[in-house]
């Protein structure tokens, strides 16, 4: 302990101090540095530095065992390291290193620099030596002085002022944006620059307008605003930038490029399968159903999913061969795939079969529809089997409605017509059991038939079936109630005749031609009609009609409702 009450004391290889209100300091050495170096504070070395003794000048003596020396230290004078910042247009910013304290001589050394820096100062011996920074780092200096008696340390680090440009981020769109190019501090003195676009992941011409300029920054000044272009797509894509380079700085230091980034904003591409249809084909065939899998917009990202079929009505390894989980890239740009699905062909006449392909575990995308339905045509159909049920009436004097029963098999029916005068020709391919011909005319008679089909073979034709356009009065007729009368029959014998003229026959003479309201309905009415009936149905290929009453006895039948019935049902 000195006279002031300071304790010095050794710690490994270390001298350090506690002043008398508490203070530590370390005076000498450099902790787990050992050695044997005279020199100021951290550049003396010790070794197991072992007895202290203060004098009454302050001087120290150090006993340094291991080294078998006796040193000695002599106390620092006051004073502090100061930094001046000097413009130099021409070669940058130099600073002046300046201590504060008074000495009689000073010794300057550079502890530190940045790797690749050839800045160094312009003197170690005078009071005010100066260096010009030559890359944007840290420099370290300390600083020696002496009279003789005492020693001074000091340590500064500088930081040149730099030109740096702000990143900025947005949402990907066609704007006009500010980028911001700033000084570090404001300085005394002009600082000038070049800047320039340059691409990153973002390109010129595509996402952004190249662009150049220069800046002029005013004493004091410390901020610029510069003015870029931005481009908007509709691709999905990764965020994507572009950088703003600052060329030719004159005065500080180049702090570098600055990055503008795109934040995409496009919809996340939305994938969807289509339905799909093929003829089964029989045992031992090959046929395939094929899917359709779309990206409804393109992207700039890989987007993958995975499809698997699931059964319906169609069974897997039966029906079809079943897919475990296919998978399905799209690279960038890619807009469709396809899902091939092979069919297990068969003989069997049955009905249309459907299975499904899902779309699950989608990367990079979103399902906006995720099903297709998968149709196995059956393509099995027994010529044999005609369409059965045939029935033509007359809705109007301008149409007829046709109605059969359907056919295992069939994916449409073939609808025949026959006019007077004319063979059968095809007028419609309905895939339902019913069709309405507006073909037709008032007062005539057609003879329809129908046969089905799957699209490659066709089957026997039904049983045709008669209609005539001629409207009956009284369509129904009630037994007990309604009177036989001279209208009903006309209407009978008009019909009668048309379709005689279907047939190809003469139309008939009947008995009493011209019928009044006060004709008296007889037996031989009744017996001519069905006469001229049977006939042209026989002529047409019709089944002859089982009638009640089959002899009709002058002077002795009485007409009846279902005599009328029964030959409106022969003519329809």
């Known amino acids: 302990m000195d006279s002031g009450g300071t304790i010095y004391f050794n710690d490994s290889e270390t001298i350090s101090r506690i002043s008398s209100d508490g203070d530590v300091v370390t005076i000498g050495g450099l902790d787990s540095y050992r050695g ?69 001589s000073y010794t300057w050394r550079t ?73 570090t501090e404001p300085l005394g003195f002009t600082v000038t620059a070049n800047w320039a676009t340059a691409d990153g992941s973002a390109v010129a011409g595509r996402d952004y307008v190249a662009a150049s300029g220069s800046l002029t920054f005013a004493p004091g000044e410390t901020s610029k605003a510069i003015s870029i272009e931005t481009l908007d797509d509709a691709i999905d894509e990764a965020d994507e930038y572009f950088v703003v380079q600052l060329e030719d700085v004159v005065g500080v ?60 009505s169609a069974s897997a390894d039966s029906d079809f061969i079943s897919l475990g989980g296919k998978s399905l890239t799209f690279y960038p740009g890619e ?14 006449v049955e009905g249309d079969e459907t299975f499904f392909v899902n779309l699950t575990v989608p990367s990079g995308g979103v399902i906006a529809d995720g099903q297709g339905v998968g149709t196995i045509l059956n393509d099995d159909l027994i010529a044999e089997v005609a ?86 009065t009284e369509a129904s007729l009630t037994p007990g109630v309604t009177t036989a009368r001279a209208t009903h029959l006309s209407e009978l014998r008009s019909a009668a005749n048309a379709v005689r003229q279907l047939a190809g026959l003469p139309v008939s003479t009947f008995t009493d031609p011209v019928l009044t309201t006060a004709t008296t309905v007889k ?33 002795e039948t009485k007409i009846k409702t279902v005599h009328m019935d029964e030959l409106r049902n022969a003519v329809r």
């Open 36 to 104: 044997n170096a005279d020199g100021t504070g951290v550049w003396a070395r010790f070794h197991y530095p072992y007895a202290i003794a203060p004098t009454a000048s302050g001087d120290l003596y150090v006993a340094d065992s291991q080294n078998d020396r006796i040193r000695l230290g002599r106390p620092a004078l006051s004073g502090g390291l100061e930094v001046e910042k000097m413009a130099d247009q021409t070669s940058g910013l130099t600073y002046r290193l300046r201590f504060s304290g008074t000495a009689s």
């Open 335 to 348: 807009l469709s795939k396809t899902v091939a699905v092979s069919v297990v062909g068969d003989t069997e």
């Open 523 to 555: 037996a031989v009415h009744v017996t001519e009609v069905r006469a001229a009936v049977e006939s042209a149905r026989r002529a047409l290929g019709l089944p002859s009609m089982a009638w009640t009453d089959t002899t009709v006895q002058p002077g």
């Open 387 to 472: 369409p059965e049920g045939l029935t033509a009436m007359a809705t109007s004097t301008s149409s007829v409605a046709i109605n059969w029963s359907p056919v295992i098999g069939a994916k449409f029916y073939r609808v025949y017509r026959r006019s007077s005068g004319t063979g059968f020709a095809q007028i419609g391919l309905p895939a339902a059991t019913g069709y309405i011909d507006y073909g037709v005319s008032a007062g005539k008679s057609y003879l329809y038939k129908v046969r089905a089909t799957n699209g490659l073979t066709d089957s026997a034709d039904s049983a045709p079936d008669l209609a005539t356009t001629i409207p009956f």
């Open 253 to 312: 230091q180049n702090g570098g490029p600055a990055t503008v980034t795109f934040r995409d904003d496009d919809p996340t591409p939305a994938v969807s399968i289509s339905d799909a249809a093929v003829i089964e084909g029989d045992f031992g065939s090959s046929s395939t159903v094929v899917f359709n899998v779309t990206l409804a917009e393109a992207s700039e990202q890989t987007v993958w999913c995975t499809a698997k079929t699931v059964s319906g």
């Open 111 to 183: 502890t530190r620099k940045p790797a690749g820096s050839a800045a160094l100062l312009s003197s170690t011996t005078v009071a005010t030596p100066t260096i010009k920074p030559d890359v944007a780092d840290r420099y370290e200096f300390e600083l020696v002085t002496s009279d003789g008696v005492s020693s001074y340390i000091g340590q500064v680090a500088l930081e040149p002022p730099r030109l740096f440009g702000s990143a900025i981020a947005f949402a990907e769109r066609t704007s006009t944006r500010l980028l911001t190019i700033a000084l």
